[in-house]
Every structure is written in C-alpha cells, then in structure tokens.
C-alpha cells in the first residue's frame, strides 16, 4: 500500500467524519455550532496522526456516522441497523470504540424501555455484533481463530496494563469474571 492511498482513506474519511458532525449538530444544536465543528474536524484530526495510524481517522468517522443514525432516529430499525453496523466496525478497527459502542447501547436500552418497544436495540445489538462474527467467522474458516484471538483480545487487556492473566486460548470466558473481581463485584 502507498502512502497515496493510506492519505487519500484518511482524508475521504476525515471529510465524512466533518459530514456527519456537521448532521448530528445541524439537527441537535444550530447551524453555525455545525458548521464551526465540520471546520474544525480536519484539523482536530491531524492529532489523530493519520499515517502512523490511520484506523483512528476510519474508526472516528465510523463512530460519529453510529451517532448520528441513532440520535436522528426515534426507535426506527433501519436507523439502528445502521448505527449498529457502524460502531460494529468501528469496533473491529479499534476495540476503546466498543466504550462509545455502549453509551450507544444505553441510549437505545432507556428509549426501548421508554416506548416499550426492543425491537430497536434488538436489531441494534445483532447489527453491531455481525462485523466481529463475520470476521471471526472468516478468521475460523481460515484456520486462524486462535491467532486472530490472541493478537486482537489478548493483545488489547496486555496494553490496558489491567495486569490480567488471560489464557492463549479462543473464546476463553474467564475475562469476564476477571473484570468483576476488578471493579470489586
């Protein structure tokens, strides 16, 4: 890959990100706090240092895109397919996205238990998990499932200098007990 291309995916995906903060405030805020946020993106972004790491910039857009489906609708699953989708691959490309991923999930969680309806949040859950099932699927079907485990999931608690021991082994399920022993449940 030539740095032409990793500038050019940074750059078309900086300018969607401005898009679509842009949407979200023109709808939520007002027209001149959108347009000051679409400005200043770009420039936010160059912190983000797209060459050296240009999952950020993708990951960014990705995330802002998920909100602005979700804040745009009110209880519509197409809206929540999509967001879903979004911060689903938002996630597969940098995992501190599934934070964002679970405010999202409050968000829809509160409006089902408001209108009384999950339908929503169920196509919203199933939307955000297909991007990892279909890359694990497609990793299982390689071959490379424990690889693909121990460089995403291991490799990411070992960075969060959580101090986890967690086995080399896929679909280990002591991680979550480990965290409630962390957080003191």
């Given amino acids: ?7 050019g995916t940074e750059i078309v995906f ?42 950020e910039s993708v990951q960014a857009a990705a995330t802002i895109w998920a909100f602005v489906w979700i804040a745009g609708s ?31 999930f409050g968000w829809m ?14 196509v919203f859950v199933a939307a955000g998990a297909a991007p990892t099932v279909a890359f694990a699927l497609y990793f299982a079907a390689a071959g490379h499932l424990a690889e693909a485990y121990t460089d995403t999931v291991l490799l990411a608690y070992r960075r969060s200098q959580l101090w986890l021991n967690l086995k080399p082994v896929a679909g280990y399920l002591e991680i979550p007990r480990r965290l409630f022993v962390l957080a003191g449940v």
Avoid: N
């Fill in 1 to 7: 890959v030539s740095l032409y291309v990793i500038k």
């Fill in 74 to 104: 009110d209880g519509d699953r197409r809206a929540a397919l999509l967001g879903g989708l979004r911060i689903g691959c938002a996630v597969t490309l940098k995992q501190t996205a599934a934070f964002e991923g679970a405010g999202l």
């Fill in 109 to 122: 969680a509160w409006r089902a238990w408001r209108c009384r309806e999950g339908r929503a949040l169920a």
């Fill in 14 to 55: 900086t300018a969607l990100g401005a898009w679509g903060l842009y949407r979200l405030l023109a709808r939520h805020a007002s027209a001149r706090a959108a347009r000051l946020a679409a400005f200043l993106y770009p420039l936010y972004s160059l912190a983000l240092m797209g060459v050296a790491a240009p999952c």
